[in-house]
């Protein structure tokens, strides 16, 4: 049975913590997981449970996220890492497994570059590699929305320009996760401090994926229909990472964690475990009503 525990924190004054679930029997280094840079640390219960039975699991409010306080103004990405790098010196342990989603593997990639032998392993999720001037006009307007208290367009579309809507692709759940995604940006733009800097952050404060890593076991997964940053880009940012390995996950787009949550699980705790990724139930598609499933999309 797990042992939860919440610690504080601090850095360049500002406060954060972190929730540490300990499991006794752990078999691997504690694996941190970093999502979206709204997403604080209770909005991953799949993974815990996934995880949990062979790791620590860490998630966060970091500076900036869920119930810290906020960032000062200008590039965040040295104070987040110093963050990170300070919770896996409050753990007390050489190394962590780290898991970064979205925003999260831009964040996790770049404490791997800050302190690879700190890092054990690292998977990276929906890695968005890059972002076209056509996109970032599209956040920005998503912004002004936002700006002039305009929740639900706001909510909208960013939720069309996350995911994949085209009915000629299939996404496995995809009603379900827009409607999750959409309410879920709404509800962050009404109650949460943090959503106009996170924007912010999104548009000007962008991690460089062009240094490549070294040194550090690395996987990064994309849905296959990922319309932030396309799989064929995302493949070509693993290969800057030495040793790395690429996977496409079928029937799914940027939010494969909402649309084959438990699967995305089971691949995480295969690799920070060093087990077989290439049985993992998320490389199978998910079979429609009188389909069968098809052949997997690995690499």
């Known amino acids: 049975m797990s ?5 504080s924190l601090s850095v360049s004054g500002v406060p954060y913590s972190y929730r540490l679930l300990r499991q006794p029997d752990r078999i691997t280094e504690p694996v941190m997981v970093l999502g979206g840079a709204l997403q604080g640390m209770f909005g991953w219960p799949q993974m815990e449970d996934h995880l949990g039975p062979v790791a620590d699991v860490v998630t966060a409010d970091l500076p900036g996220m869920g119930s810290a306080d906020p960032l000062p103004p200008g590039p965040s990405i040295d104070i987040l890492c110093t963050a990170i790098e300070r919770i896996i010196d409050d753990l007390d342990v050489p190394q962590i497994n780290l898991f ?11 404490c791997a570059q800050r302190f690879p032998g700190r890092i054990a392993r690292l998977a990276l999720g929906g890695v968005p590699a890059h972002v076209s001037a056509a996109q970032l006009e599209y956040w920005r307007l998503a912004a002004d929305h936002l700006a002039r208290g305009e929740v639900e367009t706001f909510a909208r579309l960013v939720a069309e320009g996350l995911m994949c809507l085209d009915e000629d692709r299939f996404v496995t759940r995809r009603r379900l996760a827009f409607r999750y995604v959409r309410r879920s940006l709404a509800h962050a733009a009404r109650h949460s401090p943090h959503t106009a800097d996170s924007l912010r952050r999104g548009l000007s404060d962008r991690p460089d994926f062009s240094g490549g890593l070294t040194g550090v076991p690395t996987l990064v997964f994309s849905g296959e229909h990922d319309t932030v940053t396309a799989p064929p880009r995302q493949r070509d ?31 995480a705790a295969r690799f920070f475990t060093d087990g077989p990724l290439s049985s993992a139930p998320c490389l199978t598609p998910v079979a429609r009503e009188g389909e069968p499933a098809t052949d997997p999309a690995y690499a």
Do not use: C
């Not at 042992?3 to 610690?7: H, L, M, S």
């Not at 079928?250 to 699980?265: F, I, K, T």
């Open 237 to 267: 940012f693993a290969t800057s990472i030495k040793g790395s390995r690429f996977l496409t996950i079928p029937d799914a787009d940027h939010w494969v964690v909402l649309e084959r949550p438990q699967d995305v699980a089971d691949l």
């Open 100 to 110: 970064g989603f979205s925003y999260g593997a831009g964040l996790a990639f770049s």
């Open 3 to 7: 042992e939860e525990t919440i610690r």
